[in-house]
């Protein structure tokens, strides 16, 4: 009888946003159940979190070290097989290594690491370490953008020309980082947060988002990242030019400042025969329009839509499906694979679609080279070679 | 400290799409566990099902009555604590009765019953037991809907003049019932749907949504019910002319054979002062409009809006709250309801916010009396008082 | 060398709203130019208005009735050739006879008449005099207005099996009428305006939104016409199941009471293969729906669309055409018509496509009906057989 | 009595697009007569094209020159009044220049010249010979777009941060220009269309939006301009990162490959308190947000938007006014002031609203800069200092 894979969770306690979402994707597909956690910097805390969450008190930790340390000796068929870590930026790369050492296999909240050498070094682990590692890029979770990924990759709409990405929030736009709020008070924060404030936390999605779908590189960029609000240490609104292989170009910006919008991410695709538009706001409708024929609206659910996202879709079409579904999709899949990696089946992560270290490692580049473009006179910035 | 509350699920087996849903709904907030099940009409079907859901094997039963005995026999802090019934409409009232009578609290899929008499039996049957009972009109459950009731309630736009509301779909513009699909089998199936087809099914939950966000009483309706599908025995399309108490004056229709539309339900209430509308299709929004002022588009998750919407809401403002959500929401609700009751506390439906058994009294009292319409010569034909 | 159609309006002086609409529209292609009017109620408010509009003083007149004497006198290359009614509604037949009986062409506001037959008498006279008469029902000069006829007409989409069909407004939501409004003044008053208020206003174009669209006749009614502001003589809002022939059903409702809304009037036709929506606020988009197909956004100006749109198109896709261009695609048409007809051609008015007599008698029939069938006790009232 | 001004057109014959536009926005308001014209690049063209429009043969000239000369020697009250230059941009200064010699005034197409020193010569022309210059960019006619412009202006919404202004089109994806398409081709070519082609044609109208909306300066650019159809000798897609006064920043895009859309001009401006977004498609709203607040959807013709925006309205709220009513609201405006000119009235041009010499000087400067920025090295290029 199939059995259900236990998760360790480093992070989430009851402040926490990204720590219920996590548990939430992962309760929905009933894979998984959490075992055990270190939620929170303090033990009661953690504790605290624990009973609400109905964790046993006794798998509760103080810290990630000790959970790794204690469950390694509890007996194989009851110690924690995936540990998901919902931190502070700051602490990813830390806690991914000792996991990733510890044997345990990983699901991390983007992005990966707050440099890019933590990232390359991350990478490496995984590969050496033979676990399996997750980066937990929801939008690409949603139906649509994996149907958009595939019409692209199908090649009906030929080449790509411009690439337009954003991801407007508002959220940011007074300095709530000074008014008790933890969650923008640590995204503010370069000790937790890394080098990039606004880029770090969503323009990172956007990079992801592109990379998905297009399968394009970004080889140059020219980066205008800006600080709106005085006092805040970060960037919280930023512009970017890309250059893409294959003669490809497109624009990226984001914003934390953007009053009136939400959680705003959309991309729009020109290619040379037609092209794709997502958004966010209307998550389950994707855009596809061609040379001299009306643009068709594809809808989550419909029959018409490629095994892509039916194989990540759960309910019928205008049975809306949203952020937790996406969420679930990655986890789904992610949770597939390591199902499959218990069982002794070797592993290929592509065929599981989930983000991974590598994907990690791009958008790692990515961050780097918009942070030295700011800062630089001459117009193009090209990423390291990987 | 806190446990779960134990569900048990009649229906709901592998070919169900409702089953899955209320499962999800439930397991979303971990508030409850599945423990036992009659999943399906054979019980090999049902073991099967069972396995597929981790469900012990020695609590998965044949029927519905051989589990409602020989959950009763186990111990207390074992046995099922709430029965949920996702069957075919003609078998949720023998079993509702018989797991009122067991001393099991109730959660139903809508319609309550096929006929306006079991409806107000079963009615009486929760009062005289005890017991609670939750009808799962999901559509309630979308914060946007609780932000219309509580503005409508509160009085600023006015009195209600002029309803609107609308359920269209598509999913049986052609014979799917005769082309092996199940769902489209028994639900246009007189014996096991009921009297009507289109509106049992969807027409129950415009009114319920009209019910809940206006708090008017549908007095006389005159109808106009149609079967577009040639050898199909039951309605697929339906409109109908509402009178209301206070005056007030609507309209309602509902499709299932609207090609183009997917699960469009929707509703406009136009008052003395301003109007509301909201969409399935943005469940997130409701445009708010007033005289000599432009609309407000209201979003979920929004500082700006009350209680009723932020209790409902898990996610902050633009992470797209979906039908799982929704629907879990009327879960959390009854299961807070539940959880009390256990707790020895006195409950009292209305403070928890979901469909009793007194909604499903209005709403077969309304398909009753369009049926009838549908029959009669006459222009108007009054609902039964109360 | 081309010459311009000379223009009489009678009505559309300074206060009139729809006045000007006829100028500018019958401006817009040059095909015209105004000569002479009777603009007002009084020669001097008609002689001021005459002025504005750079009018010569000695053709402005104070009566019709000295308009249609006068002109007739004048050489045949001065004297006006089209007589323009854009007064309120009880006016439209004796001026609409009378000027057949001049020998002038008309075009005349809708609705045509404020009686069933007054509308048949006028149809009859444009006969007899071989005259040709043009009704303004603008939503018909929308280009996707025609594409969506041409769809249905085309059979692709299959036999239709619903409509909804509806023209919400707010202007009336207040007592508009006794606050100085003179346009809210006639329109609420029996004697101005007929036995109908919203019904004639704009239930009038949904009709005749309908029947161009679908070539479908609506064969029996059930109306449920309401006042909601006290104190107003005329509806003001109202509901209104339809049959077709053809096995085809429908539901239309108009309201002057709905706050948020404008002139929303919209079409929705569902087939057995497909459907079609049209939405007034997005004028230039049809949607067209197919069975497991993607939902097409047809667009004005498109390369895709039929010569029954591409004609009544001004600029190309993405440029909006609006209100105006809309009317004045009326006004092309049938001035084209006049144009042959003074060239000696014979002219049928189906051939360029603008709205007729007979149109106005079809319209005037159902508003006919569903004043009768507000007061029957009885479901269905027929349509008087024409 | 008012007298219509009188109008000679350059250019704007019968394969023309933007002559037809000026005759119907000329025509709408009925203020002015087109008299004359040097429609063609020949006299027979020309004179085919005037019977066309029904002017007078005698008044239809070979060359622009021969116009000026012969029609300054008609009398007085027959001659044209103001020229209207509707040729390809590489002619509009010399005929600018001639026109202003000649005493007249001028309406200009957009780009106003093909370089910065043209335009700033042509700019002191204007102010040595005491002539009204009026260049069109009517896509600020539109009321919303006022009303954008005031509510920044009332200072309400707070100090700007950040522009997003975009103009995507699909007319050039292919290689239209050597298919025989006449817009296409002088629009591709260096010689007839200046230094660029796509930022020429519509960023220059992406600038002048942001420019009248936000009344904030571009100081420095970073453009990035791409030529994606092989063989086409101009830019057809560009995206430019700007940096304005006041420490606001931005990001400009425009293209004429990307498929699917049309017109899709649209600025989004975000400022501390609150933001604005209109977009062309759906042109009679502008979205409206504040901190903590609903977004507000604010439409053409509503009472509560300001007399910026009223007086450019003709018509009750939903009765969409579209592109040419934007057009027709710069000649209005512009027609205004030449006739309070005409009547000995000093005439400001900034009182009138309508875009002058000083706009065009400006467009100039930002299209000088971002064709520099796009060959330069360095990542900033400033545009002159006016």
Same mark, same amino acid.
């Given at each position: 009888?199939?059995?259900?894979? /236990?998760?360790?969770?480093?992070?989430?306690?009851?402040?926490?946003? *990204?720590?219920?979402?996590?548990?939430?994707?992962?309760?929905?597909?009933?894979?998984?159940?959490?075992?055990?956690?270190?939620?929170?910097?303090?033990?009661?805390?953690?504790?605290?979190?624990?009973?609400?969450?109905?964790?046993?008190?006794?798998?509760?930790?103080?810290?990630?070290?000790?959970?790794?340390?204690?469950?390694?000796?509890?007996?194989?068929?009851?110690?924690?097989? $995936?540990?998901?870590?919902?931190?502070?930026?700051?602490?990813?790369? &830390?806690?991914?290594?000792?996991?990733?050492?510890?044997?345990?296999? $990983?699901?991390?909240?983007?992005?990966?690491?707050?440099?890019?050498? =933590?990232?390359?070094?991350?990478?490496?682990?995984?590969?050496?370490?033979?676990?399996?590692?997750?980066?937990?890029?929801?939008?690409?979770?949603?139906?649509?953008?994996?149907?958009?990924?595939?019409? *692209?990759?199908?090649?009906?709409?030929?080449? *790509?020309?411009?690439?337009?990405?954003?991801? &407007?929030?508002? +959220?940011?736009?007074?300095?709530?980082?000074?008014?008790?709020?933890?969650?923008?008070?640590? /995204?503010?924060? &370069?000790?937790?947060?890394? &080098?990039?404030?606004?880029?770090?936390?969503?323009?990172?999605?956007?990079?992801?988002?592109?990379?998905?779908?297009?399968?394009?590189?970004? =080889? =140059?960029?020219?980066?205008?990242?800006?600080?709106?609000?005085?006092? /805040?240490?970060?960037?919280?609104?930023?512009?970017?030019?890309?250059?893409?292989?294959?003669?490809?170009?497109?624009?990226?910006?984001?914003?934390?400042?953007?009053?009136?919008? =939400?959680?705003?991410?959309?991309?729009?695709?020109?290619?040379?025969?037609?092209?794709?538009? +997502?958004?966010?706001?209307?998550?389950?409708?994707?855009?596809?329009?061609?040379?001299?024929?009306?643009?068709?609206?594809?809808?989550?659910?419909?029959?018409?839509?490629?095994?892509?996202?039916?194989?990540?879709?759960?309910?019928?079409?205008?049975?809306?499906?949203?952020?937790?579904?996406?969420?679930?999709?990655?986890?789904?899949?992610?949770?597939?694979?390591?199902?499959?990696?218990?069982?002794?089946?070797?592993?290929?992560?592509?065929?599981?679609?989930?983000?991974?270290?590598?994907?990690?490692?791009?958008?790692?580049?990515?961050?780097?080279?918009?942070?030295?473009?700011?800062?630089?006179?001459?117009?193009?910035?090209?990423?390291?070679?990987?």
């Amino acid at each position: 009888m199939k059995t259900k894979i /236990r998760i360790g969770m480093v992070g989430g306690g009851q402040d926490s946003f *990204i720590g219920s979402v996590h548990r939430i994707a992962a309760n929905m597909h009933d894979s998984s159940e959490l075992v055990c956690g270190a939620f929170s910097s303090t033990k009661q805390k953690s504790l605290d979190s624990g009973k609400e969450l109905l964790v046993d008190q006794s798998r509760v930790y103080g810290t990630y070290r000790e959970m790794f340390r204690k469950e390694s000796k509890l007996p194989e068929d009851v110690r924690m097989q $995936v540990v998901v870590i919902v931190t502070p930026n700051n602490m990813h790369y &830390p806690i991914a290594m000792a996991a990733l050492d510890g044997g345990y296999h $990983v699901i991390c909240d983007k992005p990966m690491t707050t440099t890019l050498d =933590e990232a390359v070094n991350l990478q490496k682990k995984v590969k050496q370490n033979k676990r399996l590692f997750c980066l937990t890029h929801n939008y690409t979770g949603y139906p649509m953008v994996k149907e958009a990924r595939a019409l *692209i990759k199908g090649g009906k709409l030929g080449a *790509i020309r411009r690439v337009v990405v954003e991801y &407007p929030q508002s +959220w940011l736009a007074t300095r709530m980082e000074t008014a008790g709020q933890k969650q923008a008070a640590w /995204r503010t924060d &370069p000790r937790r947060s890394g &080098p990039t404030g606004c880029m770090g936390d969503i323009g990172s999605h956007c990079h992801n988002l592109v990379d998905y779908i297009t399968q394009l590189k970004v =080889e =140059e960029v020219c980066a205008d990242l800006t600080t709106f609000i005085k006092g /805040r240490p970060l960037d919280d609104d930023g512009s970017v030019l890309l250059k893409f292989n294959k003669n490809a170009r497109g624009i990226m910006w984001a914003s934390q400042i953007a009053i009136g919008e =939400e959680n705003g991410i959309s991309i729009r695709v020109y290619c040379e025969k037609g092209a794709i538009k +997502w958004c966010h706001n209307d998550a389950n409708s994707l855009y596809v329009s061609h040379l001299k024929k009306p643009t068709e609206i594809y809808r989550t659910g419909s029959e018409y839509v490629s095994e892509n996202a039916t194989s990540a879709t759960n309910l019928p079409a205008g049975h809306t499906e949203g952020f937790y579904e996406a969420f679930a999709n990655v986890y789904r899949n992610f949770m597939t694979a390591v199902s499959d990696s218990l069982e002794g089946k070797k592993v290929t992560a592509s065929k599981y679609d989930y983000p991974t270290a590598a994907d990690g490692v791009k958008t790692a580049s990515f961050l780097h080279a918009i942070v030295a473009s700011t800062k630089a006179e001459e117009k193009w910035v090209a990423l390291q070679k990987e």
